[in-house]
């Protein structure tokens, strides 16, 4: 017997080929950026001025020797080393940078070591913070940069990644600062608090009794959710200037503002929400490491599982960030910012749109530009029928144009609901089975298990209703009406 394929056929088998070959190449440059092929990781020989993954490497070897949690030994032997780094970078920097070290206890619960770049020496303790100071007649009301990452781990986890390569790539970020002769303009406060899994109370702690807390005029919060992937910008805000000045200065853009939506719904929090809510209403940005989740909180989450690159692109994004940051005219003190929001509505505005593209560029509009961008969908999707109805001679009344549109309108608007219903529906029954509320976060496959086969049962009850109850203007209902009346 002999497969005889019509002209349609291959036509098709063509059109298959091609989509199988676009798929491919897409899913490849997906890999390569969330694997960071793209980026070579530079050594510990690598210039002075540059970011160094293999030196901040380091960093994470000496900090993951023994857990991290409160009132074990390993958190104070942490941040005895930090201190020591701290003040071998005071040692070496030149005469144009001041540099102090401050060690902070609040309610003795909680330490907290500080780096301050750019302000005059300050009248405070000197045992475990870091000042680098721009210039002599630089003045404590000057506004500030901060950058925070907790050195505590979660009780029997190593915490590589949450959050020993937050501490390490600021450690090799203050080392950059103070070596490479750049000055900053404003000061640079680096935060290493020691207690951001005990409710957050290392943020908490700074805000409420630090008196450079009111000097902050844009807060940048390093976080990781797991080992690897994309350093995201998942949160930023009051304001859009934050995430605007990412987008035009990061050298690896990875960002996505519809993840901060997502913030409110799960069960999870940063310090993020201390420095831009919480106290101070500090325009920030909340940077994290999204994949790997399956070693987070784990006693998994080792060094070996820090993948080659994400730190060079942290380490290189955050330095340009930084940079940015404390050459932009809207950095303001907190008593500036009260002044600004009591006589004018810009600082008020909403948070932008944005998001990369396959950490190639950022593609950033505002909230007015996405209300008329994302209405032209609908406004096409409302009158496209009605000018079809105009343009088909052989169409039917207005009215039972009218009608078939309200009718697909309710049946589509009935799939959509259902596919997020039935998904829910399933994750709150499975909880009476299974105490892991979120193991699909750990292994991304599970999510399409879960949720996708339930979302196509929802999507399709509707259009199995629909081939019941045919519209006015079905073809194969005008097809035989046809044929009757041919036959009459």
Same mark, same amino acid.
């Given at each position: 017997?002999?497969?005889?394929?019509?002209?349609?056929? %291959?036509?098709g088998?063509?059109f298959?080929?091609f989509?199988?070959?676009?798929?491919?190449?897409?899913?490849?440059?997906v890999?390569?950026?969330i694997?960071?092929?793209?980026?070579?990781?530079?050594?510990?020989?690598?210039?002075?001025?540059?970011?160094?993954e293999a030196?901040a490497i380091?960093?994470?070897?000496a900090?993951?020797?023994?857990d991290?949690?409160?009132?074990r030994?390993?958190?104070?032997?942490?941040a005895?080393?930090?201190k020591?780094?701290?003040?071998m970078?005071k040692e070496?920097?030149?005469?144009?940078?001041?540099i102090e070290?401050?060690?902070?206890?609040?309610?003795?619960?909680?330490?907290?070591?500080?780096v301050?770049?750019?302000?005059?020496?300050?009248?405070?303790?000197?045992?475990?913070c870091?000042h680098?100071i721009s210039?002599?007649?630089a003045?404590e009301?000057?506004?500030?940069?901060?950058?925070n990452?907790?050195?505590?781990?979660?009780f029997g986890?190593?915490?590589?990644?949450d959050?020993?390569?937050?501490?390490?790539?600021?450690?090799?970020l203050?080392?950059?600062?103070?070596e490479?002769?750049?000055i900053?303009?404003r000061?640079?406060?680096f935060?290493?608090?020691?207690?951001?899994?005990?409710?957050?109370?290392?943020?908490?702690?700074?805000m409420?009794?630090?008196?450079w807390?009111d000097?902050i005029?844009?807060?940048?919060?390093?976080?990781?959710?797991?080992?690897s992937?994309p350093?995201l910008v998942?949160?930023?805000?009051?304001?859009?200037?934050?995430?605007?000045l990412?987008?035009?200065?990061a050298? &690896?853009?990875?960002?996505?503002s519809? %993840?901060?939506? %997502?913030?409110a719904?799960?069960?999870g929090d940063t310090?993020y929400?201390i420095?831009s809510?919480?106290?101070?209403n500090?325009?920030s940005?909340?940077?994290?490491?999204?994949?790997?989740? &399956? &070693?987070?909180?784990?006693?998994?989450?080792?060094?070996?599982k820090?993948l080659?690159?994400?730190?060079?692109a942290?380490?290189d994004?955050l330095l340009?960030?930084?940079?940015?940051?404390t050459n932009?005219?809207?950095?303001l003190?907190?008593?500036?910012?009260?002044?600004?929001e009591?006589?004018?509505n810009d600082?008020?505005?909403?948070?932008?749109?944005?998001?990369d &593209?396959l950490?190639?560029?950022?593609?950033?509009y505002s909230?007015?530009?996405?209300?008329v961008?994302h209405s032209?969908p609908?406004?096409?999707?409302l009158?496209?029928p009605f000018?079809?109805?105009f343009w088909d001679?052989r169409?039917?009344?207005?009215f039972?144009?009218?009608?078939?549109?309200?009718?697909?309108?309710?049946?589509?608007a009935a799939?959509?609901i259902?596919?997020i219903?039935?998904?829910?529906?399933?994750?709150?029954?499975?909880?009476?089975f299974?105490?892991?509320?979120m193991n699909?976060?750990?292994r991304?496959?599970?999510?399409?298990?879960m949720?996708?086969?339930?979302?196509l049962?929802?999507?399709?009850i509707?259009?199995?209703?629909w081939r019941?109850t045919?519209?006015?203007?079905?073809v194969s209902?005008?097809?035989?009406?046809e044929?009757?009346l041919?036959i009459?």
């Open positions: 017997m002999v497969l005889r394929l019509s002209s349609r056929d %291959v036509s088998f063509k298959l080929f989509l199988v070959t676009i798929f491919s190449l897409i899913s490849l440059l890999y390569s950026t694997h960071m092929k793209f980026i070579k990781p530079l050594e510990v020989d690598a210039p002075l001025d540059r970011f160094s030196r380091q960093h994470v070897a900090l993951t020797k023994e991290r949690q409160e009132g030994p390993g958190l104070r032997k942490a005895v080393y930090i020591e780094q701290l003040e970078l070496r920097a030149g005469s144009n940078i001041r070290v401050e060690e902070a206890t609040v309610n003795a619960e909680l330490l907290t070591l500080l301050r770049m750019g302000a005059q020496t300050p009248k405070c303790s000197r045992t475990a870091i680098l210039s002599a007649d003045l009301t000057d506004p500030s940069v901060l950058i990452g907790h050195f505590d781990s979660p986890s190593p915490g590589a990644g959050c020993g390569s937050c501490v390490a790539s600021m450690l090799e203050a080392r950059v600062t103070a490479s002769g750049w900053p303009p000061p640079i406060i935060l290493f608090n020691g207690a951001e899994e005990l409710f957050m109370l290392g943020a908490h702690g700074f409420k009794t630090h008196k807390r000097s005029g844009a807060s940048i919060n390093v976080e990781a959710s797991g080992t992937g350093d998942c949160q930023s805000g009051p304001g859009s200037w934050p995430s605007q990412y987008a035009e200065s050298v &690896y853009p990875m960002a996505h519809a %993840v901060q939506d %997502v913030f719904v799960i069960p310090d929400r420095f809510h919480d106290h101070g500090i325009p940005l909340d940077i994290i490491f999204l994949l790997g989740g &399956y &070693y987070y909180h784990t006693s998994y989450d080792t060094l070996d820090l080659p690159g994400i730190m060079q942290r380490g994004n340009s960030i930084l940079k940015a940051f932009s005219s809207k950095l003190n907190a008593r500036e910012r009260e002044y600004l009591a006589t004018t600082y008020k505005d909403e948070r932008a749109i944005f998001f &593209y950490s190639w560029f950022i593609i950033f909230r007015r530009v996405a209300l961008l032209i609908i406004v096409i999707f009158v496209m000018l079809l109805h001679s169409s039917r009344s207005c039972a144009t009218f009608y078939d549109f309200v009718k697909g309108l309710l049946f589509h799939g959509t259902l596919a219903i039935f998904p829910v529906i399933l994750a709150t029954v499975r909880l009476f299974s105490s892991y509320a699909w976060f750990a991304p496959y599970l999510a399409f298990l949720f996708v086969p339930t979302s049962v929802g999507l399709l509707p259009r199995t209703v019941c045919p519209t006015s203007q079905d209902v005008i097809n035989k009406l044929v009757q041919d009459i």
